[in-house]
């Protein structure tokens, strides 16, 4: 199984590289096999998606249902939402 596959979107990861390491992200969408686009309403804002590649994010089993079912309506997402998300899973 690829490690895209276990990814879908409004799933909390964390990254393993980079500037922005050890800081826990929510996907925003998928780009393809090797890359993902990622927020986490502080660093990374919605207006300004991080591009990530897979291999150097920790997935974790958690999923925010609420960026997940505003992003496949095509709803507004507001960095509010993901500090709020993050921080009422225990992450930031």
Excluded: P, W
Excluded at 19 to 45: E, H, P, S
Excluded at 73 to 87: G, P, Q, S, V
């Amino acid at each position: 199984m690829n490690k895209i596959d276990e990814l879908s979107v409004g799933q909390i990861v964390k990254s393993k590289a980079g500037r922005d390491k050890d800081r826990n992200f929510i996907v925003i969408k998928k780009v393809d096999c090797q890359y993902v686009l990622i927020a986490d309403g502080d660093l990374r804002k919605v207006d300004n998606l991080k591009r990530k590649k897979v291999r150097h994010l920790l997935i974790y089993n958690l999923i925010s249902e609420e960026v997940r079912k505003r992003v496949l309506n095509d709803d507004k997402i507001t960095n509010l939402l993901l500090r709020k998300e993050l921080e009422k899973l225990g992450l930031n």
